[in-house]
């Protein structure tokens, strides 16, 4: 079956929650999206630029030295080489064209981590668009470079002051500016999330990964892999390494979600393991919330993770199966960052190190030998001083 069907559902997920205003330029959003697609000259500069601007396709790296430490044979999906460091720009890029192409002036996006605001004002730049980006304050003092990153692009970066800081309030007053403003602006949205089309859309512009992926293993290995395994934040990076490889059942894919300091509501972003079915953002999806449906703080030592809700494909391919989701803890993901450091010399971003720590994790469960391909969704130098700080919290708790 294909999905999302005609009204954006993925079985019972999805849709499109938003005020009406918003219907009719989600639609116009949708019928450009379905023509660009079909069209060869937007294809064809599109997939240019993926080629000679972004650096795709990415390699697909054998980690020897990881692979003899924990008994698999693993490779890694280098989308932390994608120019401004992780596969954001691929959905960034892909929206821009979009916009320009519906003949918008300005364009307008939401950042956690900040890298998809860089990623953002980095599109707007190559496109000569005006660009805004909402950013809670919390998350701009946490990734302070890269609010001078989107600055120097030539993006004005808006502070979000309301309610816990971080992402979710920064959606909020980005969806807020796009009710006001939506014939000059677009909405770049950061991940699968989102109210229909949002979601489609972006999943398709990161399976680029994924099809990449396929050729490169086939390629290596001459089959297919065993398992695949992806951080799962709105859940971007890991549908689109999944997605082309939903169709092979002998492929087993597993998204590793932030566990946080611990399994109390507020302490972590796992919705599997603590959300419910609600409605976030303009879509139904797992949120996790109180007993009164009142959305949930949410902790991660990854900025980019730190969301209560998960995109709706995700939820649906829980609830079927064709997808199995774990977590792992903020010490985990610390400890996996100083790991693939160490053997392989590549500083992972937080969230990749999440990936790296669930692998990690599930890898004396696996049969031997087994063939592996991980997301690495980003690279790490954003989050050198939050790795820093983390380990001397920790040294300090140890020596009281
Ligand atoms: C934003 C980000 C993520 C999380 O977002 P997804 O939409 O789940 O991919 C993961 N890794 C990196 C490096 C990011 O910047």
Known sequence: MKTPDKNGKFGPYGGAFVPETLVPVLRELEACYHEATKDESFTRRFGDLLRNYVGRPTPLYYAE???DEIGHRTYLKREDLCHTGAHKINNSLGQTMLAVRMGKKRIIAETGAGQHGVATATAA?????????YMGEVDMERQSLNVKRMELLGAKVIPVHTGQKTLKEAVSAAIRDWV??????????GSALG?????????????CIGRECLRQIRKAEGRLPDIIIACVGGGSNSIGIFHPFLKFPEVRLIGVEAGGRGDSLGDHAARFSGGRLGVLQGTKTYVL??????????????????YAAVGPEHSYL???RRVQYIKVSDT?????????????????ALESAHAVAGLVKISPSLPPKSLVVLNLSGRGDKDVQQVIDFL???????NE
């Open 125 to 133: 730049a190559r496109f000569g668009l005006e660009c805004d980006i």
């Open 392 to 398: 001397n919290k920790k040294k300090g708790m140890n």
């Open 180 to 189: 006001a403003n939506s014939s000059s602006t677009h909405y770049v949205l």
């Open 65 to 67: 030295r990881l692979s």
């Open 289 to 306: 919330q109180d007993g009164f449906g009142q959305i949930a703080s949410t902790h991660s030592v990854s900025a980019g993770l730190d």
């Open 318 to 320: 829980r609830d079927t």
């Open 332 to 348: 985990e993901a610390i400890e996996a960052f100083g790991r693939l450091s160490d053997t392989e010399g590549i500083l992972p």
């Open 195 to 207: 109210p229909h089309p949002f979601p489609m859309i972006v999943r398709d512009f990161q399976s």
